[in-house]
């Protein structure tokens, strides 16, 4: 394992030993938690050389990528996501009504719409 440490300019204070963020007013600051005030940051980052590309035995499928959409070998199992996928079903005719692109938009009421609110996580 490698290390690498350099003085750096605090990030959170950006070098003031200050900090006004969303609780401070715009004329008021509190001294810096990251920095203690000081301005200057000790950064440490550990590290493995590459020495060349592993192997994982276990990945079966390959993507070229992941699109915000569940991906994986067989048949894909939803159930579980915080409770939303349960709360759908619990909606007129079920979860795939209201999937954004299905071709059955007769139910979009309910549940795709406080989800797009935000009222369901």
Request: hydrophobic share 25%; aromatic share 12%.
């Amino acid at each position: 394992m490698k290390k690498i440490e350099m003085l750096i300019e605090c990030p959170q204070c950006k070098g003031t030993g200050v900090y006004s963020g969303l609780a401070e007013s715009k004329d008021t600051a509190v001294i810096c938690s990251h920095c203690k005030g000081t301005g200057k940051y000790n950064y440490t980052y550990n590290y493995k050389e590459f020495t060349g590309r592993k192997k994982n035995n276990s990945i079966k499928r390959v993507y070229k990528k992941g699109s915000n959409y569940k991906i994986g070998t067989g048949k894909i199992n939803f159930t579980g996501i915080d409770g939303f996928i349960d709360r759908c079903n619990s909606f007129n005719d079920g979860w795939l009504n209201f999937i954004p692109g299905c071709k059955n938009k007769k139910n979009m009421c309910g549940c795709w719409k406080l989800f797009e609110k935000g009222k369901i996580i």
